[in-house]
Nanobody, 124 residues
C-alpha cells in the first residue's frame, strides 16, 4: 500500500497564495503521473492539475492562469502553487498518484492512490 500525504492547506484571505505539497511513501519509479483534485462541499470532485512523469502539465479550467503544478521526482513530491485565491477555491484538495500497470515490478501497486486531503478555505 502507498501512503499519499498532502499538506499546506489553511485559511487565507482572497487574493493570497498557498503552496500545497503531496508526498508518496514510495519512490517515483512506478508513478506515471500525479494530480491534484478538489471537492467543494456539495460538489463533484474536479481535476485541478496533473503532472506526468515527463513533466507534462494539464490544468483544469478553474486553475489555468492562477495555479502552477510541479514535482520533485527524487522526493516523490508534487506541489501546487496557488495564487490569486478566490472564495470559490475553497475545497478539500486531494492528491492522486497513478501507477504503471505494465512493468512487472510495478504491478504490486494498485492503479492509483489517494491522499486524505487538505482543507483550503479562502475568505472574502
Amino acid at each position: 500500500q502507498v501512503r499519499m500525504v498532502e499538506s499546506g492547506g489553511g485559511l487565507v484571505d482572497a487574493g493570497s497564495s498557498l503552496r500545497l505539497s503531496c508526498t508518496a511513501s514510495v519512490d517515483s519509479t512506478c508513478i506515471t503521473a500525479m494530480g491534484w483534485y478538489r471537492q467543494a462541499h456539495g460538489e463533484e470532485r474536479e481535476m485541478v492539475a496533473i503532472i506526468t512523469y515527463a513533466d507534462r502539465k494539464i490544468y483544469g479550467e478553474s486553475a489555468r492562469g492562477r495555479f502552477t503544478v510541479s514535482q520533485d521526482k527524487a522526493k516523490s513530491t508534487m506541489y501546487l502553487q496557488m495564487d490569486a485565491l478566490e472564495p470559490e477555491d475553497t475545497a478539500v484538495y486531494y492528491c492522486n498518484a497513478a501507477f504503471d500497470p505494465v512493468l512487472k515490478t510495478c504491478r504490486q501497486y494498485e492503479p492509483e492512490y489517494w491522499g486524505q486531503g487538505t482543507q483550503v478555505t479562502v475568505s472574502s
